[in-house]
């Protein structure tokens, strides 16, 4: 025990020593976080809208006047022809096109469906769905006002009356993210994304240093088992990541205002689990190279990318084909996903994350065992 301690202290006093490593390891961490919550932000607010308005009547108006006040859309300009939507729409002064045909106001006073068209730009796909979704929205708004008023006319007409067992009302209610704030989905992921970086890539390259500066021989000669050479390595990394998580987690909670519903210590002990395959793999990674750019390209390029892609972090598995959905379970960073968005968004406690907690458990074993025997080897 006396000698893994020692081993482990070293690490501090190698780490310390190394003035470059400090920022790395905690100042880093934040500023990815920073500017990965800032811009992992999918809600489109003030999109630049033409108005080209061929009926110019009240009501014609009032529709115009709901899309402004809504805040999703921003009127940067009026045509009179629809020819001229594609110069707008070119040169990126608009991005959406509100098309109001001739008898709009005729077609609503006589009750008849009037017509409305929106034209986006589908170059930028995303902003364009959300911004037909949101146009949408409105439209369906205003035609529940058509409705309300045509049966309004009618009950007075028919002098009838209608009861609560007549009509039926749905009453929409969304829980966990009520506002529907992209952030809330995408700054956590951001979270497990900086601690597997931190982990995975320092506990590679930090191995691999020993062998270029030439310490690895030294320690070899050493009485040092290689079970306690192996902990004492990763052992100051995995409190690094405990340490950048708290940090991190002030960070997410304070300033980006994502609650935390659910346990803090919970959210260390299922974090402890998780850096085991992050710090598994980088040992792994490190018995395969032998230089440190090669640890930080194999890290990123082979791992780490795949892992982001594949988790559900920021893409739904259910939109994958089956058989990558199958590949998913063998990303440990999808179990992460779970737990993470589950402690913060929702509350969710051990009785509902423990297959998750199980599947890392046993991930972490797996990763740690198969790169500590490969890595007794290379030392053998």
């Known amino acids: 025990m006396d000698i893994l301690l020692r081993v482990i202290i070293k690490e501090f006093l190698q780490l310390r020593r190394d003035k470059s490593m400090i920022p790395i390891l905690f100042i880093a961490p934040v500023l990815q976080l920073l500017a990965f919550g800032y811009a992992a932000n999918t809600d489109v607010n003030e999109i630049p809208m033409l108005l080209v308005d061929q009926d110019r009547s009240s009501e014609s108006r009032t529709l115009v006047d709901r899309f402004v006040g809504s805040g999703y859309f921003d009127l940067v300009g009026s045509e009179d022809s629809v020819d001229k939507i594609d110069e707008w729409l070119l040169d990126g002064h608009a991005q959406v096109a509100l098309v109001i045909g001739a008898g709009f106001g005729r077609a609503v006073a006589a009750g008849h469906p009037p017509s409305v068209q929106m034209i986006a730009d589908g170059s930028d796909s995303s902003s364009a769905v959300v911004g037909l979704g949101y146009a949408s929205r409105i439209i369906m708004a205003r035609n529940k006002d058509f409705i309300r008023a045509r049966l309004q006319r009618f009950l007075q007409a028919t002098k009838s009356t209608m009861t609560a067992g007549d009509r039926v009302e749905l009453v929409p209610r969304i829980w966990y993210n009520p506002d529907l704030k992209s952030?809330?989905?995408y700054v956590p992921?951001?979270?497990?994304?900086?601690?597997?970086?931190?982990?995975?890539m320092l506990s590679a390259m930090g191995i691999v240093r020993?062998?270029?500066?030439?310490?690895?021989?030294?320690l070899i000669v050493t009485p040092i088992g290689s079970w306690q050479l192996i902990i004492g390595k990763l052992l100051p990394f995995a409190i690094i990541g405990i340490v950048d998580l708290l940090v991190i987690v002030g960070v997410t909670v304070l300033h980006f205002g994502v609650p935390l519903r659910g346990s803090l210590m919970l959210l260390i002990f299922l974090t402890t689990l998780f850096l085991l395959t992050t710090l598994g793999m980088g040992?792994?990674?490190?018995?395969?190279?032998s230089t440190q750019q090669q640890a930080m390209l194999s890290s990123a390029f082979l791992v780490m990318i795949p892992m982001v892609y594949l988790s559900g972090l920021i893409?739904?598995?259910?939109?994958m084909p089956k058989a990558i959905q199958y590949v998913t379970y063998a990303i440990p960073l999808r179990y992460y996903a779970t737990i993470i968005r589950g402690i913060f968004l929702?509350?969710?406690?051990?009785?509902v994350l423990w297959p998750e907690a199980l599947s890392l458990t046993a991930f972490?074993?797996?990763?740690i065992s198969l790169a500590a025997a490969r890595f007794r080897k290379r030392l053998d």
């Open 364 to 367: 972490g074993i797996a990763l």
């Open 189 to 200: 992921a951001v979270l497990a994304m900086v601690l597997m970086i931190v982990t995975m």
């Open 315 to 319: 893409f739904p598995i259910e939109n």
């Open 183 to 185: 952030r809330w989905f």
């Open 346 to 351: 929702k509350g969710a406690g051990m009785d």
């Open 283 to 289: 040992l792994l990674v490190s018995t395969i190279v």
């Open 210 to 218: 020993e062998k270029e500066i030439g310490t690895m021989e030294q």
